[in-house]
């Protein structure tokens, strides 16, 4: 089964830029992998930020953003802001199946 | 509003079973893959199992295989996740997940002894 690497942690200043990253070990993500983004929070169910690589839910701030960069799925956050603070999880379609990255631990500090 | 409820989790022993189920309101689930995902206690999430919108093929992650099954009654509006065998590791919240991104609130599923 495929594995799907993530930042384990990373930490940005308020009003920063960050670049979130989910890779895949069987070789570059692209659309045909329908990316996924997850953010949670501790205590709370995850919620969706984007589905299907770049398909915003009508919930997510707009600093938030998606790409395919360098073979991975990407996600950016534009001025980050203390409430962001929270793991982020990718998941990735292989065929029918799916995988979850490892999460990233993302600190606003 | 769409909201997903999940239902069915609880206590158990090892080698025990339980039915999850998955209700939707606000949404056809017809129209969408559905996914099951679970978090065990202090852990990652880790995806389980799907079936396509018209139940015609069925995924599941290997620790699963041959012990649980996913179902799908559409007219029902509702998704399912059989669990047979279970296993200690199998201890976590049961989320149920649409392709569209909608997360139920989750159940929990304790296997002890």
């Known amino acids: 089964q495929a594995v799907v690497t993530q930042e384990p942690s990373l930490t940005v200043s308020p009003g920063r830029t960050v670049t979130l990253t989910c890779g895949s070990s069987t070789g570059p993500v692209t659309s045909r992998h329908y990316s996924y983004w997850f953010q949670q929070k501790p205590g709370q169910v995850p919620r969706t930020l984007f589905y299907?690589?770049?398909y915003r839910q009508s919930w997510t701030p707009a600093r938030f953003s998606t790409s395919l960069l360098g073979g991975k799925a990407a996600l950016t956050l534009s001025g980050a802001q203390p409430e962001d603070e929270a793991e982020y999880y990718c998941l990735l379609a292989y065929g029918g199946l799916g995988v979850f990255g490892g999460g990233t631990k993302l600190t606003v500090l | 509003e769409v909201q997903l409820v999940e239902s069915g989790g609880g206590l158990v022993q090892p080698g025990g079973s339980l039915r999850l189920s998955c209700t939707a309101s606000?949404?056809?689930?017809?129209?969408?893959?559905m996914n099951w995902v679970r978090q065990a206690p202090g852990k990652g999430l880790e995806w389980v199992a799907n079936?396509?919108?018209?139940?015609?093929?069925?995924y599941y992650v290997d620790s699963v295989k041959g012990r649980f099954t996913v179902s799908r009654d559409n007219a029902k509006n509702s998704f399912f996740l059989q669990m047979n065998s279970l296993r200690v590791e199998d201890t976590a919240v049961y989320f149920c997940?649409?392709?569209?991104?909608?997360w139920g609130q989750g159940t929990q599923v304790t296997v002890s002894s």
């Open positions: 997940l649409t392709s569209r991104g909608y």
């Open positions: 079936t396509r919108p018209d139940g015609s093929d069925e």
């Open positions: 606000g949404l056809t689930l017809n129209n969408y893959w």
């Open positions: 299907d690589t770049s």
